[in-house]
C-alpha cells in the first residue's frame, strides 16, 4: 500500500513538471552567444623586463610559444592586463580574453612569490622591440 502510494505520488510530480516547464522559445531573454570568449595557455616562465614581462607559454602539445606583455597595461584604464594569485595545487596559467573576436584582456595567474620557479628577470640591456605595443597576438 506504502509503495504503490509512494510510487503514484512519485508519478503526479513527474508529470505535473513536466507539464509545468515552459518551452525555451516562451522566455522572456532569447538566447544568445556570448560576445566574450577565453583561451587559457599553461605558462612555464615569466621574465620580468624593465619595460615588459616576456611570458613562455605551452604552444598545441609540445612547443613553446613566446609573448610579451607590456607593462604600461597594468596601469591603463581601463586595464588592458592583471595578476591573479594562483591558488594551491595549480599550474600557472595565462587567460586571453577576447571580445567580438578581437583582444580584450590578459590575466596571468601566478604564484605570488617572485622567488617562485615560474619566475625570471630579463637582461636588463636586451632591447624589446614590442614593449610599446597595443595589440596582443598570440598562437596557440
Known sequence: MKRSFILSA???SVVLFSASSKDPKDYKYP????????HNVTVYKVLDHKDAYVVMYAKGHRDVGTVTVP???YDEKPAKFSF???????TSYMTVISK????N???LTLPTDHANKVWGVADSSVQISD????TFEIAY
Open 105 to 107: 584582456h590578459l590575466i
Open 131 to 134: 614593449a610599446d605595443k597595443d
Open 71 to 73: 607593462k604600461k597595461w
Open 31 to 38: 538566447f544568445q552567444e556570448a560576445k566574450v570568449s577565453y
Open 84 to 90: 591573479r594569485p594562483l591558488p594551491k595545487g595549480m
Open 10 to 12: 512519485l508519478l503526479f
Open 100 to 103: 567580438e573576436g578581437s583582444f
